[in-house]
């Protein structure tokens, strides 16, 4: 056998197993068992090569005696794909995710499509159906304060457990979608990943989807975590488990507008297209402004928020600026707020309400050219 055979055998070999043109581990898993491509579970739901299925995934009674559920949608394609998830409603009233999530699968024939789409519609829906802002009704908890959760803890941690164990250790991406809460203007739109949690193959996943998105600003969330028990955040649970992931911000106020929701709609199949697994070319990537670091302010005191009328989220500010003042619940005036750095006022408050601790101001800080 000449070189030039002994060439032609080895690289046929190479193909047979799947190992060339994998871009990364992530790539070369979704490459696998392309001939095998069966029917999906996740839980009690099974759907079928080219169908959907939409049902509850329960979360039982504790010791607290609550039950809740989580409603999903699984969108499992004809042909082989990876597994990308998208959740929202992990906060019960940030709504333009959880609008934009019920408006998606009117966009999506299974049969057209590769690899398998879930949808959690409302991750936190004691939080969704009692309108509370950042934290459960039941036990006062962030549900994006509380993975992995425990199987036998309080209702927030159940559903913690049942996102970490159910859905998010079955994904090969997955989307966060957030937007301002009820009680926040936030401006711009942006999406955000974790540029040093996860490994390397990881982080360029991450940031691929991140990108493909669309959105004009991308956040670069600093850090890495130990083990998953320290991941108390979504995303932070999936990248820590390898798992290529991102957040997504968009919208505010409780306010319902389609120029927050489309942007979401529209970013879902940009990633989808991305990853091959709908028809279509995804666009062209937009050159979007990248932050890096981030600077807050935390509230000393329970009273009123008075923001200061000559600023708006989604200006540019320098060190300094005056963003209002606290008063106490009598009009009398408790703490001044400036900017601690200059750079895009991302997040402020935007009703009265206030407490001791609170992250009332972000600062996304831009980096020199």
């Known amino acids: 056998m000449t070189n030039t055979d002994k060439n032609w055998a080895s690289l046929v070999t190479l193909l047979m197993f799947g190992v060339l043109f994998c871009q990364s581990p992530l790539a070369c898993a979704q490459a696998n068992n392309t001939e095998d491509w069966e029917s999906f579970g996740l839980m009690h739901l099974t759907v079928e090569p080219g169908e959907k299925i939409s049902g509850a995934l329960p979360i039982g009674a504790g010791a607290d005696g609550i039950e809740t559920f989580i409603p999903v949608t699984i969108f499992h394609g004809k042909n082989s794909g990876p597994v990308l998830t998208l959740i929202a409603g992990i906060h019960g009233s940030e709504y333009s995710p959880i609008v934009s999530m019920q408006r998606l699968p009117k966009l999506l024939d299974p049969a057209e499509m590769s690899g398998t789409l879930i949808i959690v519609h409302i991750a936190n829906m004691p939080a969704f159906r009692s309108r509370t802002i950042y934290i459960g009704p039941n036990d006062l908890k962030n549900l994006n304060r509380s993975f992995p959760g425990k199987p036998n803890g309080t209702v927030t941690e159940r559903i913690a457990h049942v996102l970490t164990e159910e859905v998010i250790a079955r994904a090969d991406y997955l989307i966060d979608i957030h937007s301002g809460d009820a009680n926040e203007s936030l401006r711009p739109s942006y999406s955000a990943y974790y540029?040093?949690?996860?490994?390397?193959?990881?982080?360029?996943?991450?940031?691929?989807?991140?990108?493909?998105?669309?959105?004009?600003?991308?956040?670069?969330f600093a850090g890495s975590f130990d083990s998953v028990d320290d991941a108390i955040y979504t995303s932070a649970q999936a990248v820590t488990r390898g798992i290529a992931a991102m957040d997504v911000e968009s919208g505010e106020l409780g306010i319902i507008d389609d120029v927050y929701i489309d942007p979401i709609t529209q970013g879902a199949l940009n990633v989808l297209q991305e990853l091959n697994m709908v028809p279509g070319q995804p666009l062209p990537p937009n050159n979007p402004l990248f932050i890096a670091d981030r600077a807050r302010v935390y509230s000393e005191h329970s009273g009123i928020w008075h923001a200061d009328e000559l600023v708006q989220t989604g200006d540019y500010v320098t060190e300094g600026t005056r963003l209002g003042v606290i008063t106490d619940y009598f009009g009398n005036e408790l703490q001044t707020i400036y900017a601690p750095g200059s750079g895009v006022l991302l997040i402020l408050f935007g009703t009265p309400p206030v407490n001791q601790g609170d992250n009332i101001v972000v600062i996304g800080q831009v980096p020199p050219n």
């Open 195 to 220: 540029r040093e949690a996860g490994g390397e193959d990881v982080v360029r996943e991450s940031r691929r989807i991140a990108i493909a998105f669309g959105l004009k600003t991308v956040v670069q």
